[in-house]
Each structure stands twice: as structure tokens, then as C-alpha cells.
């Protein structure tokens, strides 16, 4: 468990650039929504033109809620039976374009990863100084993740403590924090689902996939392929 000055201590990390994360089967490059943040991932990934960054959902009722998904739909993900539905998974939603998100929206979409515990409780955390420093969000709070690599790189997303060291040594990331987690074998990066009005589309594998799958498909959603 953070304790408060630890975190007031990795959010001052933050504020002056990107920080590394464990997420359990992979490992992550996060940043504030800021432009500053924004521009610090660009050069920290060599980032490839027309890429867009995802948030980290801390609040999967607020996400919800501010998308522009259909009031059905956001009702029938908000299960209060399992209330942890799709946790590990990236979900892209339409999303209302406004100055505040536009550097984090691709095609009027907005895609967010539903973190379990204890990251949740590290973001609302980060979440809450970052709202406290009174910065320039403009109603946007979450933190921006992305894969921890170079863009494009054949190797892949990164997913063992040794080579994790090593990119954050070269890109001169100073910071790793790392969390009591549940054991996953599967490694590799989250599965990214885009849900609208006419159903999901994968868009990419990754662990847990048919687990999340099956829960979309009991919510009466149906495949769109494309």
C-alpha cells in the first residue's frame, strides 16, 4: 500500500515527465494529460505518426459516463452483480470532441484501461493531486498510458523486469512502481475492445481476451466484424 507522502512523492515524479508502471502481464509508460506529458511520450516511445494515447480508468462508471455511448449499453456494463466486469481490457467508446481531450481521441473515439486494485486506488490518488495542483486539465484527469517501448519495435510490448530496467536506463526513466498483484501467466498487452451502438470490435488479442469476450457477448452485444 502507497502511503500519502509516497504518493505526493511519485506524483512530484510525474510532474516533471513520464514515470514506468507494472500492470502485471505488461509494463507501462504513463504521463499526466497534459501537452507537456503528452509530448514527453511522443519522444520517450520515437512515437509513430497517427498514434493515440489511452487513459487509465481509476472511475468505470465516470468513463462511462462521459462517452457518448448509448444510455443502454453504459447500463448494461455498469452490472451491479460484477461491478469488476472487464478489468485488465482497454475499451474504446465514442467520445464527445472537445479542446480538453482532442490530443487523446482518435476518430471521435476515446479508448480507456479498466484497472483493478491496488492501480485503481493509485490513480484516484494521482488523480486527486493532480486536481489539487490546479494544472491546466481542462476537466481531464486520468492518467495517459501507453506500452513501454519504442513505437513499432519488432520486439514487441515489454514484459520482464530485465528489459524494463533497461529501456527505463536508456530513455532515462527514473521511476518504476511496482504492485502487489494477482499471478498471471498469460504476458503480453491488454486486449482493446471498441464498443458501440451496433456491437464490439476487436481490435486487438491479448490476456484474459475470451474472458472479457464472453462478458460482452452475456451483456447481449454481438460481434461487428469488419
Same mark, same amino acid.
Given at each position: 500500500? /502507497?502511503?500519502?507522502?509516497?504518493?505526493?512523492? /511519485?506524483?512530484?515524479?510525474?510532474?516533471?515527465?513520464?514515470?514506468?508502471?507494472?500492470?502485471?502481464?505488461? &509494463?507501462?509508460?504513463?504521463? +499526466?494529460?497534459?501537452?507537456?506529458?503528452?509530448?514527453?511520450?511522443? &519522444?520517450? $516511445?520515437?512515437?509513430?505518426?497517427? $498514434?493515440?494515447?489511452?487513459?487509465?480508468?481509476?472511475?468505470?462508471?465516470?468513463?462511462?459516463?462521459?462517452?457518448?455511448?448509448?444510455?443502454?449499453? $453504459?447500463?448494461?456494463?455498469?452490472?451491479?452483480?460484477?461491478?469488476?466486469?472487464?478489468?485488465?481490457?482497454?475499451?474504446?467508446?465514442?467520445?464527445?470532441?472537445? #479542446?480538453? +481531450?482532442? %490530443?487523446?481521441?482518435?476518430?471521435? %473515439?476515446?479508448?480507456? +484501461?479498466?484497472?483493478?486494485?491496488?492501480? *485503481?486506488?493509485?490513480?484516484?490518488?494521482?488523480?486527486?493531486?493532480?486536481?489539487?495542483?490546479?494544472?491546466?486539465?481542462?476537466?481531464?484527469? *486520468?492518467?495517459?498510458?501507453?506500452?513501454?517501448? /519504442?513505437?513499432?519495435?519488432?520486439?514487441?510490448?515489454?514484459?520482464?523486469?530485465?528489459?524494463? *530496467?533497461?529501456?527505463?536506463?536508456?530513455?532515462?526513466?527514473?521511476?518504476?512502481? *511496482?504492485?502487489?498483484?494477482?499471478?498471471?501467466?498469460?504476458?503480453?498487452?491488454?486486449?482493446?475492445?471498441? /464498443?458501440?451502438?451496433?456491437?464490439? %470490435?476487436?481490435?486487438?488479442?491479448?490476456?484474459?481476451?475470451?474472458?472479457? #469476450?464472453?462478458?460482452?457477448?452475456?451483456?447481449?452485444?454481438?460481434?461487428?466484424?469488419?
Amino acid at each position: 500500500m /502507497i502511503g500519502s507522502a509516497q504518493s505526493k512523492e /511519485i506524483f512530484d515524479y510525474l510532474k516533471a515527465g513520464p514515470i514506468l508502471l507494472d500492470l502485471g502481464c505488461v &509494463y507501462a509508460l504513463v504521463s +499526466l494529460p497534459t501537452s507537456k506529458g503528452k509530448l514527453d511520450l511522443d &519522444y520517450l $516511445k520515437s512515437r509513430l505518426p497517427g $498514434k493515440t494515447y489511452g487513459s487509465m480508468v481509476s472511475d468505470f462508471a465516470l468513463f462511462l459516463k462521459e462517452s457518448d455511448l448509448a444510455e443502454n449499453i $453504459k447500463t448494461s456494463l455498469l452490472d451491479s452483480q460484477n461491478p469488476n466486469r472487464l478489468e485488465g481490457s482497454f475499451i474504446r467508446l465514442p467520445w464527445k470532441q472537445s #479542446e480538453a +481531450l482532442n %490530443t487523446f481521441t482518435k476518430n471521435g %473515439t476515446h479508448q480507456g +484501461l479498466i484497472v483493478p486494485e491496488p492501480i *485503481r486506488s493509485f490513480c484516484q490518488n494521482m488523480e486527486s493531486h493532480f486536481l489539487e495542483d490546479k494544472l491546466n486539465h481542462r476537466g481531464f484527469s *486520468r492518467l495517459i498510458c501507453t506500452s513501454a517501448n /519504442i513505437s513499432g519495435a519488432p520486439s514487441g510490448s515489454i514484459t520482464s523486469l530485465d528489459r524494463v *530496467r533497461i529501456f527505463g536506463k536508456e530513455r532515462e526513466v527514473s521511476l518504476l512502481v *511496482r504492485f502487489k498483484l494477482e499471478a498471471n501467466e498469460e504476458r503480453g498487452s491488454f486486449p482493446i475492445f471498441s /464498443i458501440d451502438k451496433e456491437g464490439y %470490435t476487436i481490435e486487438r488479442k491479448g490476456p484474459k481476451f475470451l474472458q472479457f #469476450e464472453n462478458q460482452l457477448m452475456s451483456l447481449g452485444l454481438s460481434e461487428v466484424v469488419q
